[in-house]
């Protein structure tokens, strides 16, 4: 890493990962049994490297200019009894953004992004008693250009923080889309800060990789409808309060968030036993949740900590909702 006041400063990291899972049968060899049928077994095998690397640089105490680029590939290979799945995903980020300061350290950015993303899958069944119609090779490919602007500002001799957001992405299939967001932080006192936050975004689902169950179950998938992008709309605060004493220090935290999602995919089991029907779902779909959390340390030896946490999530299907 390099850095100083003015002029260049670069940033790097690296990362590799290595995993296998494997789960079955107490005779189940992955060597000799995978993806057949003699012994019954489960096992993934998952590689991905990944690196980013961010340079900037700096003209005087108002102007910044900065670039950022991100990528990882990761492969998989999966079996689930008779059924394999083998994917190889390649992610690319990259944005270029200008930061402005003006008044008391007040900092307008603004930008261009792409993101690229391609993913090709195979399923394959080595028996098909079932007669499972989704097995075949799927490919997914995403160009997906960006602009973005975020302003931060700072008031009441910093005791307040504002961010508002606003960026747009275009999707082809579905043109521009365009993501509000805004955060407000307040130091209410040296030990209790106050902060609340609201905001749009979107994403794209990825059936197999996210709902292995599917691989796994006796069910046939089907897509009844062209997918969408996921949809939601996010809000909530959070509130933390420090806290310490002659030989004990802590403190205590509490989330509380809520989510409404205007698009959501997941695969309906209920329709027909023998299926997974997987389908753009625009019905009332929503998230609560709320967490409290507390942390003791006395006297620089014992750490006490709890947690509770309260989830609320449903779907409503013609009246009725479905947790």
């Not at 789960?23 to 490297?49: C, N, R, W």
């Amino acid at each position: 890493v390099c850095s100083s006041d003015l002029g260049w400063s670069t940033q790097f990291g690296v990362r590799y990962v290595s995993e296998r899972r494997i789960g079955g049968q107490m005779q189940f060899d992955y060597e000799e049994d995978k993806g057949g049928d003699l012994h019954y077994g489960q096992a993934v095998t998952i590689s991905q490297p990944e690196g980013w690397f961010k340079t900037a640089y700096r003209f005087n105490d108002r102007h910044r200019l900065a670039f950022y680029t991100s990528a990882f590939r990761q492969d998989q290979q999966s079996y689930f009894g008779v059924t394999s799945y083998k994917a190889g995903q390649t992610n690319m980020y990259a944005n270029i953004q200008h930061e402005f300061s003006y008044g008391e350290e007040h900092v307008l950015k603004a930008g261009i992004s792409y993101r690229y993303s391609r993913l090709n899958e195979a399923i394959r069944f080595s028996s098909n008693t079932l007669n499972r119609s989704y097995g075949g090779d799927y490919f997914t490919k995403e160009d997906i250009p960006g602009v973005f602007a975020e302003n931060t500002l700072h008031l009441f001799d910093d005791r307040i923080t504002c961010i508002t957001g606003l960026r747009g992405d275009y999707y082809a299939p579905q043109g521009w889309g365009f993501t509000p967001r805004a955060m407000i932080k307040w130091d209410a006192s040296e030990d209790l800060i106050i902060r609340a936050s609201a905001g749009t975004g979107w994403r794209i689902a990825r059936i197999f990789s996210e709902n292995v169950g599917l691989l796994a179950s006796s069910r046939d998938v089907v897509f009844a409808e062209k997918l969408n992008p996921e949809e939601a709309l996010n809000m909530g605060c959070n509130a933390t309060y420090k806290f310490s004493g002659e030989s004990i220090e802590g403190n205590l935290s509490m989330d509380i968030y809520h989510t409404v999602f205007r698009n959501q995919i997941f695969p309906d089991y209920d329709s027909d036993p023998n299926l997974a029907i997987i389908r753009n779902y625009t019905g009332r779909s929503v998230s609560n949740g709320f967490q409290f959390e507390g942390q003791i340390s006395l006297f620089d030896r014992v750490s006490l900590k709890a947690s509770y946490v309260y989830l609320d999530v449903y779907q409503e299907k013609i009246g009725r909702a479905h947790v």
